[in-house]
């Protein structure tokens, strides 16, 4: 075994983690180097020199740390102030930029998300400060694109979501109260994921056209919310009535696998989610599908979205 240094512990190359807790300590080990990362990301490549929307032309810049500690650049040239955090869901936070980072790291550095519990634990902020943090990197960091559209072959299904559904035995019906949620598969690619006001053809087939090019193969089983698709979409369906569950191409498996993820998701750390909240948890996990071959680490994929916002 060659020697180990103690004082550098490196990530194992087994690992199928792509961005350790060590990295993320090397990379931001305090505030300051936050700061720095969103100046160099939004403003100034080589963290002197950035465009002046005053001066009109690139400028040299200085840091200065003014009275309120609100910490900015300084155009040399005319005294213009930029603010790395500005526009971000950073800005004017009263938590630090460093627990941000941490809360975003922690909430890429699972499978199945963390809790905002968890995040009030890991924090030591208030379960309120940690809740609102979770919520915004959902909603914000992981929206969905509304532009996201799925080709080839597509699956979709609906389910029911949320709700105290940790003591109830036996399957809800369609009728049920809980939250009705579209989501379509592409196979081998992406996911889009929605809460929707019912399951009717009426609320499924526009948010299908939406998302799904046409001439696209979709499978779905035989809901007669479906059950005009046909005119829209080549549209075959599997018989889940006659307890079949896979025809040759025809399965809804792929679909059915990230609803079996929300649905364990939510039990494990949630314990259930109410419908007004519910469409960020499923951006969260629709953003995790949807990176999950991804090369770059997914928290560095949220911080760079953050950067642009
Ligand atoms: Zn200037």
Not at 153 to 166: A, I, L, N, P
Request: aromatic letters at 10%; charged letters at 25%; glycine letters at 6%.
């Amino acid at each position: 075994m060659p020697p180990v240094d103690r004082t550098d512990p490196q990530r194992a190359k087994s690992s199928d983690s792509r961005y350790s807790l060590m990295e993320f300590m090397r990379d931001f080990p305090d505030d300051a180097a936050c700061l720095e990362w969103l100046w160099r990301n939004r403003y100034s490549e080589d963290g002197e020199h950035a465009h002046c929307p005053k001066c009109e032309r690139e400028r040299s810049f200085k840091r200065y740390t003014t009275k309120q500690r609100r910490q900015s650049w300084t155009c040399t040239a005319c005294g213009h102030h930029v603010q790395p955090t500005a526009g971000t869901i950073f800005h004017n936070s009263s938590t630090s930029l460093h627990l941000w980072f941490f809360a975003t790291h922690l909430m890429t550095s699972t499978k199945c998300g963390v809790s905002a519990k968890h995040l009030e634990r890991e924090l030591g902020v208030t379960y309120k400060t940690a809740w609102r943090m979770c919520n915004l990197i959902r909603n914000d960091l992981m929206a969905q694109d509304d532009d996201t559209t799925l080709s080839g072959e597509v699956e979709v299904d609906e389910t029911y979501v949320g709700g105290k559904q940790r003591f109830q035995f036996g399957r809800p019906g369609r009728t049920s109260k809980k939250t009705p949620v579209l989501a379509m598969t592409e196979r081998g690619g992406k996911v889009v994921a929605k809460v929707i006001p019912d399951a009717s053809a009426k609320s499924l087939l526009p948010e299908i056209e939406r998302h799904v090019e046409p001439g696209t193969q979709i499978y779905t089983d035989e809901w007669r919310g479906y059950a005009s698709l046909h005119k829209l979409y080549p549209h075959r369906t599997v018989r889940h009535a006659h307890h079949e569950y896979v025809r040759g191409p025809v399965f809804t498996s792929t679909v059915e696998g990230f609803f079996g993820n929300v649905k364990n998701g939510i039990a494990g750390n949630y314990h259930g989610v109410s419908r007004r909240w519910l469409q960020g948890y499923l951006n969260e996990y629709a953003w995790r599908y949807n990176h999950r071959d991804d090369r770059q680490a997914d928290f560095q994929t949220l911080l760079l979205r953050s950067a642009r916002s």
